[in-house]
């Protein structure tokens, strides 16, 4: 079998952990089976791991190989969904309940990298710059909501204060969320495998699930080489579940996003692009997104292809973006460009719940993936445990298929996509 390596992203140039775990063989048994080792999965399994659970987790290629290991590094907190849409949806107490967590995945994140000293770059400050006038006052209705609800850490910027952090010309305010920040997502996925590994996790690699039988009392992972029977089962797979699990395949639409990272910038390039050191990401419907990684190299993100198509120049559809806003960038050389799907939900939401009677899954964080996969690896963790009030509300929410399946919710969302840039260009 031909081992899957990571992509060429500077994230798998830099990694702290570069070794090569073995491959399941054999039939063996479990407590909990997981499928897929990105954050939701490694988060699920080290929880579970803590509360002294027997964890098996079952990764097709390597741990943090898909978006986990993939992504911009941003803690972006909150959801992909106005709380208004949530309140209809689960009411009152739910959405006052979900509201609760909207800073938990952060917090997780900074808890599990001081409880276990995991390296990985982790950094304090995101901030959320607005494109136009319309876009600045709907942010700060939104941090009068959230100040409504008890959430503080929003600092609302003008046209000139958020040049004390971005050196562009761009943008006409924003905020920082103090309670944000942005880290090395493929150290910090690998430092949470080896955490539960030391609490006797079992991790395979390189382990391809080929189907699972989620309806019975006692479930079993069926893969390449072997399988595991386990008395509960958590899916994790996300984007790259595809159809592993048909019943939920027409839920999720993978979406690929590209990045860049320039050579290492000097002391003095770096101060002028970003000052403060803040990750940053714009308003728009399709957004940039960008930061400095600790060798002040610039990282530089976005575009969207719907239906996880890969395009075939990365620095092309991203050089003109980053030139744009940091004019200053444009003879600096990019080193690294790679490209990796995430996956969107009809509503925006993550889809949680369960198939049958012990199997668990989460998947389509539709943007928000390093905050929310934390909180859920964490809500799903409980569940399993007996403490699922969370949990269910999530579980409850409406859950639609992608009209038309995947092959036309693609250029759907296309058409869908151009409609809602199209808004943000004109201010409207």
Not at 93 to 112: P, T, V
Not at 132 to 153: P, V
Not at 281 to 291: G, K, M, P, S, T
Request: proline content about 3%; hydrophobic content about 40%; overall charge neutral.
């Amino acid at each position: 079998m031909q081992q899957i390596k990571h992509t060429g992203s500077y994230y798998a140039a830099s990694a702290n952990d570069t070794r090569e775990r073995a491959r399941l063989e054999g039939d063996i048994e479990a407590d909990v089976c997981i499928v897929g080792g990105g954050f939701t999965g490694v988060v699920t399994g080290l929880t579970l791991a803590e509360l002294g659970y027997n964890v098996v987790i079952l990764e097709s290629a390597k741990i943090g190989w898909g978006a986990s290991g993939r992504n911009g590094g941003q803690i972006v907190n909150g959801f992909s969904r106005e709380i208004a849409y949530i309140e209809k949806n689960a009411g009152p107490e739910g959405a006052s309940a979900l509201a609760d967590l909207a800073l938990e995945g952060g917090n997780i994140i900074r808890e599990l990298v001081a409880r276990y000293g995991i390296k990985c770059d982790l950094k304090y400050g995101s901030i959320l710059a607005a494109c136009t006038q319309k876009q600045l006052r709907d942010m700060e209705a939104t941090k009068d909501m959230w100040a409504g609800r008890g959430r503080n850490g929003l600092e609302m910027l003008n046209s000139h204060t958020i040049r004390d952090h971005v050196g562009t010309d761009k943008y006409v305010g924003g905020w920082i969320d103090h309670k944000g920040g942005h880290i090395h997502p493929l150290n910090l996925v690998q430092g949470e495998a080896a955490a539960a590994e030391k609490l006797g996790a079992r991790i395979f690699e390189q382990t391809r699930v080929t189907s699972v039988d989620h309806h019975l009392d006692n479930p079993v992972v069926h893969t390449e080489g072997g399988s595991v029977k386990s008395k509960y089962v958590v899916l994790a797979g996300n984007a790259y579940l595809g159809k592993t699990v048909k019943q939920l395949y027409p839920k999720i639409l993978p979406a690929s996003t590209q990045i860049i990272v320039t050579e290492p910038l000097s002391d003095t390039m770096a101060k002028e692009l970003i000052p403060s050191d803040m990750c940053v990401e714009d308003a728009n419907y399709v957004l940039d997104y960008f930061r400095l990684t600790a060798d002040k190299r610039l990282l530089f993100g976005g575009g969207t292809v719907y239906g996880g198509e890969d395009v075939e120049d990365v620095e092309k559809v991203l050089r003109p973006n980053m030139e744009k806003i940091f004019p200053a960038a444009k003879d600096l050389k990019v080193e690294f460009g790679w490209q990796g799907n995430i996956a969107l939900t009809w509503s925006r939401l993550p889809h949680v719940g369960r198939l049958g009677k012990n199997t668990f899954f989460s998947h389509g964080y539709s943007g928000h993936g390093v905050t929310s996969t934390h909180m859920m690896g964490r809500l799903v963790a409980h569940a399993l445990h007996g403490e699922a009030n969370e949990f269910d509300i999530f579980a409850g929410m409406p859950a639609r298929s992608f009209p038309g399946g995947q092959v036309l919710s693609a250029p759907l969302s296309t058409l869908g996509c151009w409609w809602y840039s199209m808004r943000d260009k004109l201010g409207i």
